[in-house]
């Protein structure tokens, strides 16, 4: 019934919206006299605020056309390269002379979260490692949007795809975990290294990922621990409504996801959209562009398959699994002692609010048989969750200690 209700809702505040921009634009019309009062100016602003608040979203482009390489733009095309029920492995391909691609480049695999947002979250991430990567993303499907027909996904089944993508891109690459594929990463890579795998990475890097919540707890790790697990079972997964193509299917909905992040900062979101509304008052649009930019995409939310969600609050929220040794992926043990030549680099903010200092690190401490030259730690002061792989420290204090670790380890 919730879900319902909130398809209710959506619709209703969809034609909310439209009316408010409607009105937003009347009181900016040069032809009406109330666009040159006192109130005029305030009023329009009011009205934008709430139509963008309002709005509905699907989900966001990438929207990456070019980047530039040593000094010069070059053209970026994106290519779907394998196509899986669930998600979709997508490369982003820099084109050089006559159209035709630039090779040679390490190749980057960027896991991104599958936790309530699309992989556009991870826009600013792709673009600085573009010039000089080969870089492919995990482009994974809305679960509400997938037909029952196609059968489940859970932990397991993101492992498999892993590995089914490392396949496809062959030999030789380096993957980038951000969050919450921190551990499904790890346990890929663990399992293709016991295999003797030829398309095991080279490096892992994994960045406020959740490998041990028990260190450093944060309220995302508490509320995940102080509820019994049938309680996610009751209160947080719905039934997708029938008019979307998963209809039927049991999913922890986007909408939720949102709402406990929203909650978690609640004031600092209010500061963000009261500076909106002053920008629009003073007349300063991009700045609030800026802002608007920012929650276009961090609206933009996403169902997880049931079975998918409460494997992850089981294994690594609440039994800490991996870091006992005792996770297994379809009944075989994920051992961190087959790591022993992939590369493996840990990167934590020291502000993060939703993986605390030392969850990430514990994968170093955790590859007992993997040499102390392949492990890395890189603490980024003054950072916090959203910062580690977006933004100006992103960009200038974090990629580039990334970027030595892969150019040492290409090989």
């Known amino acids: 019934m919730l879900y319902d209700a909130y398809e209710m809702q959506r619709s209703l505040l969809a034609g909310a919206s439209t009316l408010a921009n409607m009105g937003a634009a009347w009181m900016q019309n040069p032809i009406n006299p109330l666009a040159y009062s006192h109130m005029g100016p305030i009023t329009a602003s009011a009205l934008d605020v709430f139509a963008h608040a309002a709005a509905p979203r699907g989900k966001p482009e990438f929207g990456l056309d070019s980047t530039t390489i040593d000094g010069e733009t070059v053209a970026v095309r994106e290519e779907i390269v394998l196509r899986k029920p669930f998600g979709q492995l997508k490369r982003f ?91 499904p990463a790890y346990a890929a890579a663990c399992l293709m ?7 095991r990475p080279r490096t892992l890097a994994m960045m406020g990922g959740p490998i041990d919540t028990r260190k450093a707890p944060t309220e995302v790790n508490t509320v995940a621990t102080q509820r019994p697990f049938e309680w ?51 007349g300063d649009g991009e700045s609030a562009d800026a802002t608007k930019d920012f929650y276009d995409e961090y609206r933009a939310v996403c169902d997880m398959t049931e079975e998918f969600y409460l494997q992850t609050i089981d294994v690594v929220f609440q039994r800490h699994l991996l870091p006992k040794g005792k996770m297994t992926h379809r009944g075989r043990k994920v051992d961190p002692a087959a790591l022993k030549d992939v590369a493996v680099l840990a990167i934590e903010g020291e502000r993060d609010d939703i993986s605390g200092i030392g969850q990430t690190k ?19 002061e003054g950072v916090g969750h959203y910062g580690i792989f977006n933004g100006s420290k992103w960009r200038g204090r974090i990629a580039p200690v990334l970027e030595d670790w892969i150019a040492k380890h290409s090989g």
């Open 93 to 183: 391909v820099r084109l050089g002379a006559r159209g035709k691609p630039i090779e040679g480049s390490p190749k980057l695999l960027i896991v991104a979260p599958m936790s309530g947002h699309f992989a556009t979250l991870l826009r600013g991430t792709v673009e600085r490692m573009l010039p000089g990567h080969d870089v492919y993303i995990t482009d994974w499907r809305d679960a509400k949007l997938v037909p029952i027909d196609d059968g489940s996904f859970d932990l397991d089944d993101y492992i498999d795809y892993l590995v089914a993508f490392l396949e496809h891109i062959g030999p030789g690459a380096h993957m980038l975990a951000v969050c919450q594929p921190s551990v």
């Open 193 to 199: 290294s016991a295999d003797d795998h030829p398309a």
């Open 362 to 380: 514990a994968a170093l401490d955790i590859s007992s048989e993997l040499p102390v030259r392949l492990k890395k730690y890189h603490l980024a």
């Open 232 to 282: 996610f079972q009751r209160n947080v997964i719905m039934t997708v409504p029938y008019l979307y193509p998963g209809a039927g299917r049991r999913v922890y909905p986007g909408f939720l996801q949102l709402a406990g992040f929203m909650a978690m900062n609640f004031g600092n979101h209010l500061v963000s959209h009261w500076g909106m509304f002053k920008h629009l008052v003073e």
